[in-house]
């Protein structure tokens, strides 16, 4: 028995029922490709990109990887960001980290795959190491997990502002953002972690007013459960 079959049934009933719905899509997709958007997101089964934000095949561009890391020497991903803006133009692109994400887990207790991936994973052992003191004052295991999930965002955020292809498409006028959300795999929910740089100058000082944010917004939840569970 082909173990494959039913994903290749799925996708002949995806395509005739799209095709149903709008008989000229394939061909104009075929034609071209002009989406708005790079979305980079970790490669996880459960953080599908254009099924969470609810965009059809050609309206977002995509890069996935382990625990979505843009590090400066990745020609995967730095190709991926400069063919999405020299080419494809596009205006938005967001680094979306989630919850729960099983790489920033394995960083931040320091275990080790004993392969790869270890490689890998040092780039957010080295965003768990820049903020040490802030994951070590955060008691609650759960808590310094999201915490690490969340500056991972900010630091691959700042990373990809960095990045030449961006700097060099901001010094000669292109409207370009970069934006850092999360991801929730409780409720599906997309939160945007109030960063969002739309030129050189909004980078100046990105870290920090994130860094701010990302803190205040963790203060303002802890304070509603405790005043939820002093109230129960
Ligand atoms: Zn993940």
Known sequence: MNDLQPLIDN???WADATVARDPEFFKRLQ?????EYLWIGCSDSRVPANEIVGMA????????????VVP?????????????VDALKIKHIMVVGHYGCA?????????????VADYWLGHIRDVASRYKPLLE???????RASLLVELNVLEQAINVSHSAVVQDAWARGQQLSVHGWVYSLGDGRVRQL????????????????ALERILEARSR????????????
């Not at 004052?137 to 808590?143: F, G, I, L, N, S």
């Not at 109030?194 to 007013?209: D, H, I, N, T, Y």
């Not at 939840?221 to 129960?232: E, F």
């Open 11 to 13: 996708n002949a009933r």
């Open 31 to 35: 034609r071209q490709q002009a989406p």
């Open 57 to 68: 095949p050609g309206e977002l561009f995509v890069h996935r990887n382990v625990a979505n």
């Open 72 to 84: 400066h020497s990745d020609v995967n991903c730095q190709s991926v960001i400069q063919f999405a």
């Open 103 to 115: 790489g920033v887990q394995m960083a931040l207790e320091g275990r080790r795959s004993q392969g």
């Open 137 to 143: 004052a955060e008691p609650d295991a759960r808590h």
């Open 194 to 209: 109030g960063l969002s740089a739309e030129g050189p100058e909004a980078v100046k000082g990105l870290r920090e007013m």
């Open 221 to 232: 939840h802890r304070a509603t459960a405790q005043t939820a569970r002093s109230g129960a």
